[in-house]
């Protein structure tokens, strides 16, 4: 079975670092590329960025460029959603998603609230 | 950027009906255009991808239609659980996956 498991929730103060997770099975992880999605409460979808995991090369959002970032372990067919700094408007569930062009499987979600 | 447009924002339908859901594409993105369900507290999920294609396990009472700028998804005969958020999604520039806000579907 493909799946994509993703790491659990996370509680942060404002200025906090973070790196969550989303670990691929059942299939050919370098063969897909892997995005980031944004939901923040009550709202729409949001796509953040991609990573190519076989060259680790990353496309992001102009919204998100610069604030988050995207990377992958090969040989733990993980990829990772890294922020430096967090801040209030970061409080969102974060799914992460395996595609070549149609977003075909999806993590369960990781819920990161960022409250001082 | 291009910007996905859907419409309505939210409708309600009862059981054993017809509804369609559509969505305007701010430039022509061909047929690279993907449906996804959102059911209340869950990922999304893959519904119809190229337009008009069924993803793998989706019902055939979910149909989609159009290209370049306009589309639809249809859904016949509707379903209690067919209860949901439904959103477009184009891939025509591949460094940018726009969604469209969504439609919230009540029955």
């Known amino acids: 079975e493909v799946q994509l498991v993703q790491s659990g929730a996370e509680v942060k103060k404002p200025g906090e670092s973070l790196r969550i997770s989303c670990k691929g099975s059942?299939?050919?992880?370098?063969?897909?590329?892997i995005s980031w999605v944004r939901q923040k409460p009550g709202k729409g979808l949001e796509w953040m960025g991609r990573?190519?995991?076989?060259?680790?090369?990353?496309t992001y959002s102009p919204s998100f460029q610069g604030h988050v970032s995207i990377s992958v372990d090969k040989s733990t067919s993980t990829a990772y959603l890294q922020w430096s700094s967090l801040n209030a408007a970061d409080t969102a569930i974060y799914y992460c998603?395996?595609?070549?062009?149609?977003?075909?499987?999806w993590g369960r979600g990781t819920m990161v609230t960022v409250s001082s | 950027d291009i910007q996905m447009t859907q419409s309505p924002s939210s409708l309600s339908a009862s059981i054993g009906h017809r509804v369609t859901i559509t969505c305007q594409a701010s430039?022509?993105?061909?047929?690279?255009l993907n449906w996804y369900q959102q059911k209340p507290g869950k990922a999304p999920n893959l519904l119809i991808y190229d337009a008009s294609n069924l993803a793998t396990g989706v019902p055939l009472r979910f149909s989609g239609g159009g290209s370049g700028t306009y589309f639809t998804l249809t859904i016949n005969n509707l379903q209690p659980e067919d209860i949901a958020v439904y959103y477009c999604q184009q891939y025509n520039n591949l460094a940018s996956y726009t969604f469209g806000q969504g439609t919230k579907l009540e029955i």
């Open positions: 990573i190519e995991p076989s060259a680790s090369q990353t």
């Open positions: 998603t395996k595609h070549l062009y149609a977003f075909d499987v």
């Open positions: 430039q022509d993105i061909s047929n690279y």
């Open positions: 059942g299939y050919s992880f370098s063969s897909f590329w």
